[in-house]
């Protein structure tokens, strides 16, 4: 079986930088938040800590599934004769390794291919989190440019 292993000098810094990442990302959010109490946060504020806390969760996420690529060959092979049919285990010709989406493919001789490894639950919890991150974030930035706008609306005023 041709193998496109991933190289553990490549993973295992990415596994790194993602929890490095998420560590950050996790005590900015919920330091912003404790800083004044959540409830005398203002909304800029709620939606800054929101959107980091949101990307801390897509990078543990992301690193969870990086988690399941480090595996050696014989790991490798045991995944894809248990995601394969049974019947096709025997005709196994390859595997495909992909950072993003995360994912572990077992390709058969008859042209087709099966997921192994990385849960199914992964790309897309990592898709949804992510776009919350952004979506928040992209809020904030509206939040914070409607408050400067008002803010000089009423030094113009006075």
């Known amino acids: 079986m041709h193998s496109d292993q991933p190289s553990p000098a490549l993973v295992l810094p ?3 930088i993602g929890l490095i990442v998420a560590v950050t990302l996790a005590v900015y959010g919920a330091g912003s938040l404790a800083r004044n109490g959540v409830r005398r946060t203002d909304l ?3 939606l800054r800590s ?3 806390l949101a990307g801390a969760a897509a990078a543990l996420m992301y ?5 399941h690529l480090v595996r050696d060959e014989t790991m490798t092979n045991q995944a894809c004769r248990d995601a394969v049919p049974a019947a096709q285990a025997a005709h ?6 992909s950072l993003l989406p995360v994912r572990l493919n077992c390709y058969v001789t008859e042209g087709g291919s099966y997921a192994a490894a990385v849960p199914g639950y ?3 919890a990592l898709l949804g989190l992510a776009l919350t991150a952004v979506v928040l974030g992209v809020f904030a930035a509206l939040e914070s440019e ?3 706008r008002d803010d000089f609306a ?3 005023i006075s």
């Open 14 to 16: 990415i596994i790194l």
């Open 92 to 97: 196994l010709s390859g595997v495909d390794v």
């Open 44 to 46: 800029g504020v709620r």
């Open 154 to 156: 009423k030094r113009e």
């Open 63 to 67: 690193v969870w599934g990086a988690v």
């Open 50 to 52: 929101g959107a980091a």
């Open 122 to 124: 992964v790309n897309p």
């Open 146 to 148: 409607r408050r400067a």
